[in-house]
């Protein structure tokens, strides 16, 4: 018999995440790129975190990627031999505990470098930062006019080891990494190669965006660091949201209880205000006749947004939320739900991390 679920619930299923890593390690390595695992989907929840950071299969990537700085001190303390990558860009109040917890930060600000320069000497360690460079997504970046004069007055920062050169696409604006995009970007680190005499060993300019991409021999081979998180915890590429890669997509599942069933109208009573703080479909008024069966269920918007949820019954449609209630449609019911019944969702990825942070909302591991 199911156990039965007292309040909204996150199951994560550890050994499908694990097998993820290991696909995408053996396609990366088959393809002679080194990659960076996001885990920042998973917040700073320490025994999700444990199963992931303790398996060996980590050891396959090349660091451990987060943006916020707790996150990192919880990795070091889950698992010290990590290297790990920052990967926005830093505050400079909080230079002392990037240098401290990130072995490597992406950075586009000389006045945050030079902090970062001067915070490692105090720590007498080194620091590793990778320059991102806009590319028009229009996030952080330095401009490409600007790319010379940048690195020439950081080379030289003490304790500080300059290693890559990066770009972010697809994730505000959603630029495609097409390989006109990428090549600029290795030819840049071509530039800033020949000019100053140095290596650059990461050219990071793909994420999990890319990863369909390259799988279609359309990467640049120069591009040699992805930065992942979509496709290793919902096997998943954010380009055409489709699975790639026969990579688990059920590795998070949603559970929530129906907490009231009646038959409703299905246009409001009373005059309508601004005072609402959740949100209706928008076809919530369209229908000034009929009733059909509401379901709400357990959860609302500050537990996750509804948008980012997939019911399992397809005959199921969202009506509309609160903060703490979320309304399903179910027309007439034709599947005889009741008050206690327990509903299943398929989640998109802001879903998860939405979930993941939410403190009213319980995380099952399943290993």
């Known amino acids: 018999m199911e156990e039965e679920l007292k309040m909204a ?68 303390e889950l698992n010290p031999t990590l290297r790990t990558m920052y990967i926005k860009p830093p505050s400079i109040k909080n230079v002392a505990e990037i240098v401290k917890y990130a072995d490597i930060s992406l950075n586009s600000t000389i006045a945050t470098i030079k902090a970062l320069s001067g915070e490692a000497v105090k720590q007498d360690k080194m620091h590793q930062i ?27 920062l003490p304790k500080l080891q300059v290693i890559g050169i990066g770009t972010n696409l697809g994730c505000m604006y959603g630029i495609q990494p097409t390989y006109d995009k990428l090549i600029q970007l290795v030819l840049f680190e071509q530039i800033i190669e020949a000019k100053f005499k140095r290596s650059i060993e990461l050219v990071s300019g793909a994420t999990s965006i890319t990863m369909p991409i ?54 409001p009573d009373g005059i309508i205000s ?52 979320t309304v399903y449609d179910l027309g007439d019911n034709p599947r005889g739900y009741k008050t206690g019944d327990t509903i299943k969702f398929r989640l998109k990825y802001m879903a998860v991390a939405k979930l993941m942070y939410s403190r009213f909302v319980e995380k099952e591991i399943i290993n």
Do not use: C
């Open 9 to 76: 619930r996150l199951k994560v299923h550890v050994d499908r995440l694990i097998e993820n890593i290991e696909t995408i390690t053996a396609f990366m390595r088959k393809h002679e790129k080194e990659w960076s695992l996001v885990v920042k989907v998973l917040g700073t929840d320490k025994a999700v975190l444990a199963k992931i950071l303790q398996h060996p299969a980590v050891l396959g990537t090349h660091s451990i990627a987060v943006s916020q700085w707790k996150s990192l001190r919880l990795i070091k």
């Open 214 to 267: 390259m799988e279609r021999g359309k990467v640049p081979k120069g591009i040699n660091h992805f930065r992942i998180g979509e496709a290793a915890f919902l096997g998943t590429s954010p380009l055409q949201n489709k699975p790639i890669l026969g990579l688990n997509t059920g590795a998070f599942t949603f559970e929530a209880s129906i907490v009231e069933l009646y038959k409703k109208a299905n246009q």
């Open 130 to 156: 990778i320059v991102m460079v806009e590319m028009g997504e229009l996030r952080e970046g330095i401009k490409r006019e600007g790319l010379i004069e940048f690195y020439n007055k950081i080379f030289k």
């Open 274 to 325: 601004d005072a609402a703080i959740g949100n209706t479909a928008e076809d919530t008024l369209d229908d000034n006749e009929n009733t059909s069966y509401r379901a709400i269920m357990d959860f609302g918007v500050l537990d996750v947004d509804a948008e980012h949820l997939i019911p399992e019954d397809p005959e199921m449609y969202f009506f509309g939320n609160s903060s703490d209630l």
